[in-house]
């Protein structure tokens, strides 16, 4: 089996900066593009930044400029650096891969469309 876990999360006052990590455990062989969405309360679910195996990366127009997305392979890992925070930036953030292919049972399995948790970011004015 694999996980996603988020961490990082919290409240900041606006101008302020975190970090979110997400950390997928288990015997992972390869993870396809790796992203971060969020969900504020009455809205949907939205992409804010993306970041392929190849290190491409993809973000929503309302961070550009001010969050940034990079990823570690050897500790499959991805992270969000938030700087600048604004109160729209509150919501609940999910990490998101959309193909983890892992070693399970003496077979390789694959999942695709996996989500973590959530952790909650607050921003306030």
């Known amino acids: 089996q694999v996980q996603l876990v988020e961490s990082g999360g919290g409240l900041v006052h606006a101008g302020g900066s975190l970090r979110l990590s997400c950390v997928a455990s288990?015997?992972?062989?390869?993870?396809?593009?790796m992203g971060w969405y969020r969900q504020a309360p009455g809205k949907q679910r939205e992409l804010v930044a993306a970041?392929?195996?190849?290190?491409?990366?993809n973000y929503a127009d309302s961070v550009k400029g001010r969050f940034t997305i990079f990823r570690d392979n050897v500790k499959n890992t991805v992270y969000l650096q938030m700087n600048s925070l604004k109160p729209e930036d509150t919501a609940v953030y999910y990490c998101?891969?959309?193909?983890?292919?892992?070693?399970?049972?003496?077979?390789?399995?694959?999942?695709?469309?996996?989500w973590g948790q959530g952790t909650q970011v607050t921003v306030s004015s």
């Open positions: 998101n891969v959309d193909r983890i292919r892992y070693y399970s049972g003496g077979i390789y399995r694959y999942e695709n469309d996996y």
């Open positions: 970041i392929t195996s190849g290190s491409s990366t």
């Open positions: 288990g015997s992972i062989v390869s993870i396809n593009t």
